[in-house]
Each structure stands twice: as structure tokens, then as C-alpha cells.
């Protein structure tokens, strides 16, 4: 035969498949070993610039619908920021002791909208007046839908219902928790093309090419590519800004581009320390506080799948379900928190900040203990803190589109416990994913043409009710997996190797296995009053 016979036959070892892992391998430091300080330091910081984005989107989308200015504005952004450091050290420490951002949460965006169009507040003709009165409105409703979160996660609710959770059934909630925020991608990135692309490019370089072309002792291109691209680009949308690029361009496009039109560093105050009920006493509506219930309920799906991935890029074990539990009713704490400080906003875990976790290949509990102190050291001395909330909005989209991408990933991940090669893993998967995404694509199109969603009833509250839980990919897929997964052929025993549940038996209680106790266990010997199970 021409070109001189055939290749060699593969080795045996070449054809075995990948080995399966309960812990994530190549992380550099895990959950409870942390890096030396100053690195530790530089990278709690850069937790605490990727976890702006979410709280400063969500306020400058609600508080001017509310009648709020700039300095109402800057005032919430500090707020969230206040509370969001306070329940990530909670959470950290008595929650799932997991590296896990609490931030804002979008899922609870629009039981607010429709809190702030309620007819109550609509003949308020002094705008200060109606952000005060809808700011009340919206605490009393979040203190009510706190409720939920606290009673499933402390009274062991939730812990029986992870339990029935397989790793095939893990897959579509927490893939869909990264990949269903598409929305918040590359969008984003579009509203100011010249400043997000070269973000993605950059982050891209940074993260992926330049620790291969460059050998140094340490990681430090990939570890701290935020750092280093967000400084660039910022500095040349700067430059962009004060050359006059902008002189003419539309006012949609000097709001993103520009970045001098936040508002927010004219808006802070130098020093504020934000207090509970800073708005007034909060009132109370029985009809929103439901909406806001169920808009909890779907915030508590989603984070639950999101604790699970910031588990994994940790390299820790998977999460017991009592520990998850633990940490939900943290969670509830967190949201109730918010209410009471004026956020206008729930708690959730934040995707951006586990997806950062899996770019820095850093894991470790103290780097987010050390970032939730920046977010209530900036958000005390307002005015440094609104220096680096008014970084350009594009900037965190490009972000979004790697972080989101891991976390997504992650989620596939888990398929390696599962039989590919069986139909029943093929059509739950496969089903699961088409519904979480074509569901929620149905309810957000009727709502954009329609102005309403496709539930239109004469009570607003109860519409929120339906629409808002269909209209969350993660939830709607993670329902799906899951009533699928504990209803076909759920007792076969080939079926329970298929869909992985034996990998996680070991983790289902928490002293089955060793690695739970060095993970999860609580400090300063808390677990002997507070005992997991």
C-alpha cells in the first residue's frame, strides 16, 4: 500500500473512557485551602467588580419606573451591595459554607414591575413620593415571600425533595441556570459593540491563549484576566469618551457607551451606611406578597441548581441534601434582609460569580469572604463605590457570556454519571432542555408583543403567579427532569445505574461519607447543636 503501511493500533489504555470524578480535578485551591493573602485579596476583589454588574443593572431598571433619580439610585446600589456582602458572609459561614456570591436576583424583577403599576400608586404625583411608597410596597411583599425560602430550607422540606435529585435530573436545571441567561449576553454586549467585543477578545487572550504562550511561575494572565481587561477597555472607553466619539451619538448609545452618564458618582454620597426601614415602614398586599411568593419559589429551583455547580468548581464533594437545605433557609434570611434594608430586590446565588470560580480555577471560601467585605466597604464610602458601579454596563455582558458558559457546561458535566447510551437518559435530557427553552421563549414573546403576559386576568398578582415561574428556563427545565425522572420506570435497577442516582448515594446523608464533615460542617463546633444529617 502507498505511504508506507498502516498506523499503529491505539493502545488499550487510549480507548478507556475518561474516569469519573466525585470532586472536580486541576483546581488550584479548593474550598478549604485558600491562597496566599495578597493573591487572596486581589482575587476577592475581582468577585466583588463581577458581582456589580447584577447590582447595578437591576436598580437602574427599577428605580426610575419607581420615580426615583440618581441619588435614589445610587442609594439602592449601596443597599444591595450592604446586604448582598452581609448574606454572602452569612452564607459562607453558617449556610452551605459554599464560595458562593448572594446577589440580586432577576427572577423576582417582575413582581416588582408589577408592584411599581399598581393602582394605588398611580395618581402620586410627587415622584419622590411614589418611590418611597412603592419602595414600602415592595419590602412588604419580599419580607412575606422570605417566608417560603425559611420554612422549606430549616424544616427540612427541601432536603427531602433533593434527595430525589439524580445527577440526570441535576443536568437541565443547572445547565439552563448558566445557558438560559443568554438574554443578559451577548445583547448586552451589542448596546455598545465597540467597547464588548474587545472585552470578549480580551478575556478570550487573556484567559485561554496567553498562559500557553507565556510561561510564567504562576497563573496570572487567566487568574486575574478580569482585572486586566476590564482596566484596558475601561481606559479606552474613557478615552472614546473624553475625544468626543460620542458627541452625537443617540441618547440610548451615550447611556451604555459613555462613562460618565450613570448618574451614580454624582448621585453617592461619601459616606452612607444603609439601615433597616431607611425608606419608611413597610404596607402590606395580600395579592402581591403571593406573586412575590412564587417569584421566591423560582429564585430558591434556580439556586439550587447554581449551589450545585459553585460545589463542583470548588472541588468539593456534592453538596448533602441537608446542607442544601441549610443553605436555602440562609437564603430566606438573605431575602428577608433585603426587605428590611430596602433593596427592592430578592437573594440568590450569583451565576456570574460561580462561573468566575471556574475561570480562576480558585475555589477557596476565603476569597468570597474576603469579597463580601469590599461590597460593605464600598457601599459605606458611597462615592468610591459608585467609581466602580459606573463602569460601562457592556463591559459585564461580555462577562456574562464566559461565566454564563461555565456554569452551563457544568451542568453537562454531570452526564458523565449518567448512561448515555440509554433512550430513557436521551428523551428525559433531551425534552427537558427543549421545553425549559421553548416554554419560557413562548411566555416572553406573548409578554413583549402583547405588553402582558399570556395569563391576563383582572388580578395582576395572580397572573405573576403563573407567568413568572414559566417564564424561568432553569425552573421549567429542572420541573420537567425531574417529575420525569421519578416517574419512568423509576424502580428498575438498571434504570437507577442509567440516570446515576447511585453515584450520589454516599452524599444523600451527611455522614456517609468523611469529605462532607471537612466541607460542609459548621464552625466554632456549631455542628453539636446544629447537626446535619
Same mark, same amino acid.
Given at each position: 500500500?502507498?505511504?508506507?503501511? %498502516?498506523?499503529?493500533?491505539?493502545?488499550?489504555?487510549?480507548?478507556?473512557?475518561?474516569?469519573?470524578?466525585?470532586?472536580?480535578?486541576?483546581?488550584?485551591?479548593?474550598?478549604?485551602?485558600?491562597?496566599?493573602? @495578597?493573591? %487572596?485579596?486581589?482575587?476577592?476583589?475581582?468577585?466583588?467588580?463581577?458581582?456589580?454588574?447584577?447590582?447595578?443593572?437591576?436598580?437602574?431598571?427599577?428605580?426610575?419606573?419607581? #420615580?426615583?433619580?440618581?441619588?435614589?439610585?445610587?442609594?439602592?446600589?449601596?443597599? =444591595?451591595? /450592604?446586604?448582598?456582602?452581609?448574606?454572602?458572609?452569612?452564607?459562607?459561614?453558617?449556610?452551605?459554607?459554599l464560595p458562593a456570591v448572594m446577589g440580586g436576583s432577576y427572577t423576582v424583577?417582575?413582581?416588582?414591575?408589577?408592584?411599581?403599576?399598581?393602582?394605588?400608586?398611580?395618581?402620586?404625583?410627587?415622584?419622590?413620593?411614589?418611590?418611597?411608597?412603592?419602595?414600602?410596597?415592595?419590602? #412588604?411583599?419580599?419580607?412575606? %415571600?422570605?417566608?417560603?425560602?425559611?420554612?422549606?430550607?430549616?424544616?427540612?422540606?427541601?432536603?427531602?425533595?433533593?434527595?430525589? =435529585?439524580?445527577?440526570?435530573?441535576?443536568?437541565?436545571?443547572?445547565?439552563?441556570?448558566?445557558?438560559?441567561?443568554? $438574554?443578559? #449576553? !451577548?445583547?448586552?454586549?451589542?448596546?455598545?459593540?465597540?467597547?464588548?467585543? @474587545? $472585552?470578549?477578545?480580551?478575556?478570550?487572550? +487573556?484567559?485561554?491563549?496567553? @498562559?500557553?504562550?507565556?510561561?510564567?511561575?504562576? @497563573?496570572?494572565?487567566?487568574?486575574?484576566?478580569?482585572?486586566?481587561?476590564?482596566?484596558?477597555?475601561?481606559?479606552?472607553?474613557?478615552?472614546?469618551?473624553?475625544?468626543?466619539a460620542y458627541k452625537n451619538a443617540r441618547t440610548k448609545t451615550q447611556v451604555?457607551?459613555?462613562?460618565?452618564?450613570?448618574?451614580?458618582?454624582?448621585?453617592?454620597?461619601?459616606?452612607?451606611?444603609?439601615?433597616?426601614?431607611?425608606?419608611?415602614?413597610?404596607?402590606?398586599?395580600?395579592?402581591?406578597?403571593?406573586?412575590?411568593?412564587?417569584?421566591? /419559589?423560582?429564585?430558591?429551583?434556580?439556586?439550587?441548581?447554581?449551589?450545585? %455547580?459553585?460545589?463542583?468548581?470548588?472541588?468539593?464533594?456534592?453538596?448533602?441534601?441537608?446542607?442544601?437545605?441549610?443553605?436555602?433557609?440562609?437564603?430566606?434570611?438573605?431575602?428577608? =434582609?433585603?426587605?428590611?434594608?430596602?433593596?427592592?430586590?430578592?437573594?440568590?446565588?450569583?451565576?456570574?460569580?460561580?462561573?468566575?470560580?471556574?475561570?480562576?480555577?480558585? #475555589?477557596?471560601?476565603?476569597?468570597?469572604?474576603?469579597?463580601?467585605?469590599?461590597?460593605? &466597604?464600598?457601599?459605606?464610602?458611597?462615592? +468610591?463605590?459608585?467609581?466602580?458601579?459606573?463602569?460601562?454596563?457592556?463591559?459585564?455582558?461580555?462577562?456574562?457570556?464566559?461565566?454564563?458558559?461555565?456554569?452551563?457546561?457544568?451542568?453537562?458535566? +454531570?452526564?458523565?454519571?449518567?448512561?448515555?447510551?440509554?433512550?430513557?437518559?436521551?428523551?428525559?435530557?433531551? &425534552?427537558?432542555? !427543549?421545553?425549559?427553552?421553548?416554554?419560557?421563549?413562548?411566555?416572553?414573546?406573548?409578554?413583549?408583543?402583547?405588553?402582558?403576559?399570556?395569563?391576563?386576568?383582572?388580578?395582576?398578582? &395572580?397572573?405573576?403567579?403563573?407567568?413568572?415561574?414559566?417564564?424561568?428556563?432553569?425552573?421549567?427545565?429542572?420541573?420537567?427532569?425531574?417529575?420525569?425522572?421519578?416517574?419512568?420506570?423509576?424502580?428498575?435497577?438498571?434504570?437507577?445505574?442509567?440516570?446515576?442516582?447511585?453515584?450520589?448515594?454516599? !452524599?444523600?446523608? +451527611?455522614?456517609?461519607?468523611?469529605?462532607?464533615? $471537612?466541607?460542609?460542617?459548621?464552625?466554632?463546633?456549631?455542628?453539636?447543636?446544629?447537626p446535619s444529617v
Amino acid at each position: 500500500m502507498a505511504g508506507g503501511g %498502516a498506523a499503529p493500533p491505539p493502545k488499550q489504555e487510549e480507548l478507556q473512557p475518561h474516569p469519573v470524578k466525585d470532586q472536580l480535578p486541576s483546581v488550584s485551591y479548593c474550598i478549604t485551602s485558600p491562597p496566599p493573602w @495578597p493573591e %487572596a485579596i486581589i482575587l476577592g476583589f475581582q468577585h466583588y467588580i463581577v458581582m456589580l454588574g447584577t447590582s447595578v443593572i437591576i436598580p437602574s431598571a427599577l428605580v426610575p419606573q419607581m #420615580g426615583g433619580g440618581n441619588e435614589e439610585k445610587a442609594r439602592v446600589i449601596q443597599t =444591595l451591595l /450592604f446586604v448582598a456582602g452581609i448574606n454572602t458572609l452569612c452564607q459562607s459561614f453558617f449556610g452551605t459554607r459554599l464560595p458562593a456570591v448572594m446577589g440580586g436576583s432577576y427572577t423576582v424583577v417582575a413582581p416588582t414591575i408589577s408592584i411599581i403599576l399598581a393602582g394605588r400608586y398611580s395618581n402620586e404625583t410627587d415622584p419622590h413620593e411614589k418611590f418611597l411608597r412603592t419602595m414600602r410596597g415592595t419590602q #412588604g411583599a419580599l419580607i412575606i %415571600a422570605s417566608t417560603i425560602q425559611i420554612i422549606l430550607g430549616f424544616s427540612g422540606l427541601w432536603r427531602n425533595v433533593v434527595r430525589l =435529585l439524580s445527577p440526570l435530573s441535576a443536568v437541565p436545571l443547572i445547565s439552563l441556570a448558566g445557558f438560559g441567561l443568554y $438574554e443578559l #449576553g !451577548f445583547p448586552g454586549v451589542a448596546k455598545c459593540v465597540e467597547i464588548g467585543l @474587545p $472585552e470578549i477578545i480580551l478575556m478570550l487572550i +487573556f484567559s485561554q491563549y496567553l @498562559p500557553h504562550a507565556i510561561r510564567v511561575a504562576k @497563573p496570572v494572565f487567566d487568574r486575574f484576566s478580569v482585572i486586566f481587561t476590564i482596566a484596558i477597555v475601561w481606559l479606552y472607553a474613557y478615552i472614546l469618551t473624553v475625544s468626543g466619539a460620542y458627541k452625537n451619538a443617540r441618547t440610548k448609545t451615550q447611556v451604555h457607551c459613555r462613562v460618565d452618564r450613570s448618574g451614580l458618582i454624582g448621585g453617592a454620597s461619601w459616606i452612607s451606611v444603609p439601615y433597616p426601614f431607611q425608606w419608611g415602614a413597610p404596607t402590606f398586599d395580600a395579592g402581591e406578597s403571593f406573586a412575590m411568593m412564587m417569584a421566591s /419559589f423560582v429564585a430558591l429551583v434556580e439556586s439550587t441548581g447554581t449551589f450545585i %455547580a459553585v460545589s463542583r468548581y470548588a472541588s468539593a464533594t456534592m453538596i448533602p441534601p441537608s446542607v442544601l437545605g441549610r443553605g436555602i433557609g440562609w437564603q430566606g434570611i438573605g431575602t428577608l =434582609l433585603g426587605a428590611f434594608f430596602g433593596t427592592a430586590n430578592g437573594t440568590a446565588v450569583s451565576v456570574e460569580n460561580a462561573g468566575l470560580l471556574a475561570l480562576t480555577h480558585v #475555589g477557596s471560601r476565603r476569597v468570597v469572604q474576603i469579597s463580601a467585605g469590599f461590597m460593605i &466597604f464600598f457601599s459605606i464610602l458611597g462615592k +468610591f463605590g459608585a467609581l466602580f458601579a459606573s463602569i460601562p454596563l457592556p463591559l459585564f455582558a461580555a462577562l456574562y457570556c464566559i461565566f454564563f458558559a461555565y456554569i452551563g457546561a457544568c451542568g453537562l458535566s +454531570f452526564l458523565q454519571f449518567c448512561n448515555l447510551n440509554s433512550f430513557r437518559t436521551k428523551f428525559i435530557v433531551g &425534552f427537558s432542555f !427543549f421545553m425549559g427553552l421553548s416554554v419560557p421563549q413562548y411566555f416572553n414573546e406573548y409578554t413583549s408583543v402583547a405588553g402582558y403576559g399570556p395569563v391576563h386576568t383582572g388580578a395582576r398578582w &395572580f397572573n405573576d403567579m403563573i407567568n413568572v415561574p414559566f417564564s424561568s428556563k432553569p425552573f421549567v427545565a429542572g420541573l420537567v427532569a425531574f417529575f420525569l425522572d421519578n416517574t419512568i420506570h423509576r424502580r428498575d435497577n438498571t434504570v437507577r445505574r442509567d440516570r446515576g442516582y447511585h453515584w450520589w448515594d454516599k !452524599f444523600r446523608s +451527611f455522614k456517609t461519607d468523611s469529605r462532607s464533615e $471537612e466541607f460542609y460542617s459548621l464552625p466554632f463546633n456549631l455542628n453539636k447543636f446544629f447537626p446535619s444529617v
